[in-house]
């Protein structure tokens, strides 16, 4: 049996300060509101978002079981500005699986645009981003994933411990449901040092500063044998200078 850890939580007002220190920070999900400035359910009107995803047609393994969708946006301090659609890319440096492909993934959906939350979850990222790394532009890609255990087993980073590219990463946990594992590694880029724990909290949040840290999930099985699972995530990737691929 695997055992189970609880994520290294820190409380909102130190989150500046614990990325800054170790490269990541952990957010419970009553910091996370607290951080953002919303009630719990502003953040649950996001959530039917998820049961509408279309498959993932570029995986390399085989699988079928991840959905997702993509959308790009400039955030400058509190302005944030949509971007036409484009492909998301990857060079095979930071993603030796699914790199150097151009991926067209179907766009957000305007409902979850229009949410109010939305917009405040890509304003206060921007702001963890620039405290970390000075005020400017920063090129977001937003993906809103479902990993599901279709096949028995679904795999929420089939590319293994990678960085991303970018310099910031935040994985919020939107939903478990019915699976047993997903555990969150991290690791130092340049040294021996990590953390392993699981994110079980619906919209805490894991931050990343990709140029010094590496991250994976482990895959997630079925709680009940043929109960179908999923972990629904969304993962904002924060870039200065343009978007990969430009």
């Given at each position: 049996m695997?055992?189970?850890?609880?994520?290294?939580?820190?409380?909102?007002?130190?989150?500046?300060?614990a990325?800054?220190?170790?490269?990541?920070?952990?957010?419970?999900?009553?910091a996370?509101?607290?951080?953002?400035?919303?009630?719990?359910?502003?953040?649950?009107?996001?959530?039917?978002?998820?049961d509408?995803?279309?498959?993932?047609?570029?995986?390399?393994?085989?699988?079928?079981?991840?959905?997702?969708?993509?959308?790009?946006?400039?955030?400058?301090?509190d302005?944030?500005?949509?971007?036409?659609?484009r492909?998301h890319?990857?060079?095979?440096?930071?993603?030796?699986?699914?790199?150097g492909?151009?991926?067209?993934?179907?766009?957000?959906?305007?409902?979850?645009?229009?949410?109010p939350?939305?917009?405040?979850?890509?304003?206060?990222?921007?702001?963890?981003?620039?405290?970390?790394?000075?005020?400017q532009?920063?090129?977001?890609?937003?993906?809103?994933?479902?990993?599901?255990?279709t096949?028995?087993?679904?795999?929420?980073?089939?590319?293994?411990?990678?960085?991303d590219?970018?310099?910031?990463?935040?994985?919020?946990?939107?939903?478990?449901?019915?699976?047993?594992?997903?555990?969150?590694?991290?690791?130092?880029?340049?040294?021996p040092?990590?953390q392993?724990?699981t994110?079980?909290?619906?919209?805490?949040?894991?931050?990343?500063?990709?140029?010094?840290?590496?991250?994976?999930?482990?895959?997630?099985?079925?709680?009940?044998?043929?109960?179908?699972?999923?972990?629904?995530?969304?993962?904002?990737?924060?870039?200065?200078?343009?978007?990969?691929?430009?």
């Amino acid at each position: 049996m695997t055992a189970h850890f609880d994520p290294p939580t820190v409380a909102a007002d130190q989150l500046d300060a614990a990325l800054a220190r170790q490269g990541y920070a952990v957010l419970g999900a009553a910091a996370v509101r607290t951080w953002l400035g919303l009630d719990a359910a502003a953040l649950a009107a996001l959530q039917p978002a998820w049961d509408d995803l279309p498959p993932d047609r570029y995986l390399k393994d085989g699988g079928r079981y991840r959905r997702r969708r993509h959308g790009c946006f400039v955030v400058e301090g509190d302005v944030v500005r949509p971007m036409p659609e484009r492909p998301h890319y990857q060079p095979v440096e930071y993603n030796a699986l699914h790199g150097g492909m151009r991926r067209w993934f179907a766009p957000l959906t305007d409902t979850l645009l229009a949410q109010p939350a939305w917009t405040r979850l890509l304003q206060r990222t921007g702001a963890v981003v620039s405290a970390l790394k000075g005020a400017q532009p920063w090129y977001v890609e937003a993906h809103p994933f479902r990993i599901d255990t279709t096949g028995g087993i679904g795999r929420p980073t089939p590319e293994g411990a990678h960085r991303d590219g970018v310099d910031l990463v935040a994985v919020f946990l939107v939903c478990r449901h019915a699976i047993k594992g997903g555990e969150s590694r991290v690791f130092e880029a340049d040294g021996p040092n990590g953390q392993r724990f699981t994110l079980t909290e619906p919209w805490s949040v894991l931050l990343l500063d990709d140029a010094r840290v590496i991250h994976e999930t482990t895959p997630i099985q079925p709680r009940t044998e043929g109960v179908l699972g999923w972990r629904d995530t969304l993962v904002l990737t924060y870039r200065a200078g343009g978007f990969l691929g430009d």
